[in-house]
């Protein structure tokens, strides 16, 4: 079945500097990417939609250029956490949409879990 | 905008008896998908069942069933001879059946229901 990857799955970091995560669908081509925030026990914030080739965009509320998403091609997106700070510690996971003869599906990413220190 | 309320912040189900998560929402579109998800402690997001607004029979996938009520706005999940691996958040999901340009795609969640399974 599709599988969509995230790396890392874990990563400490110092206040201040900057962290990036991928995402990768894996066995199939996904033109719209989707970045999500989520802290412990709630649910899936939106943060951004990645479209391939172009600008993301990004939710109300959510900083552009502290997180930094870059959709250069149709099997990987990338999320950049500039100047991370201990706020920013949370579970950020993606998502991709494949489209098949049978129509779209929502895949996603297991999920990157992001402290900053 | 489109709203998702699940009103349940925890649940719990003796393993092989069958429990019911609810969800309800708010929109002003005819034509949608709704789904349930769920994440088990891994925190990896598991599509559980899919539902077309438009089609009037409520979807089913093994031990999982929706009850589809579309006037009511309601869209419970049955969880029939529960099982240990059941345990996990539940997340409802609503998605625009025809939405485009920046809301292509997007998915509304609820606030999620953690499900308990007692052995």
């Known amino acids: 079945g599709a599988v969509v990857s995230q790396h890392p799955s874990w990563v400490i970091c110092k206040s201040g500097t900057s962290v990036k995560i991928e995402c990768r669908s894996l066995d199939f081509q996904a033109t719209t990417m989707f970045w999500y925030r989520q802290f412990p026990k709630q649910s899936l914030m939106l943060m951004a939609t990645?479209?391939?080739?172009?600008?993301?965009?990004?939710e109300q509320g959510v900083e552009k250029d502290k997180f930094l998403i870059n959709h250069a091609s149709l099997t990987l997106s990338t999320l950049t956490v500039t100047s991370a700070h201990p706020e920013d510690s949370s579970f950020y996971i993606c998502?991709?949409?494949?489209?098949?003869?049978?129509?779209?599906?929502?895949?996603f990413g297991p999920g990157t879990r992001l402290l900053v220190l | 905008a489109q709203t998702v309320t699940q009103s349940q912040p925890e649940m719990s189900v003796q393993e092989a008896e069958t429990v019911t998560l609810s969800c309800t929402y708010d929109t002003s579109e005819s034509d949608y998908y709704l789904f349930w998800y769920k994440q088990p402690p891994s925190r990896q997001m598991i599509l559980v069942i899919r539902q077309e607004a438009y089609k009037q029979q409520n979807a089913t996938e093994n031990r999982f069933s929706v009850n589809f009520q579309k006037a009511a706005k309601s869209f419970s999940l049955k969880i029939s001879d529960s099982q240990l691996g059941d345990a996990a958040m539940y997340f409802c999901?609503?998605?625009?059946?025809?939405?485009?340009?920046?809301?292509?795609?997007?998915?509304?969640f609820g606030q999620g229901t953690i499900l308990t399974v007692h052995p």
């Open positions: 990645s479209n391939e080739g172009s600008k993301a965009t990004y």
């Open positions: 998502s991709a949409i494949r489209t098949s003869g049978s129509g779209e599906t929502q895949y």
């Open positions: 999901a609503y998605r625009s059946l025809w939405a485009g340009g920046t809301s292509y795609g997007k998915l509304t």
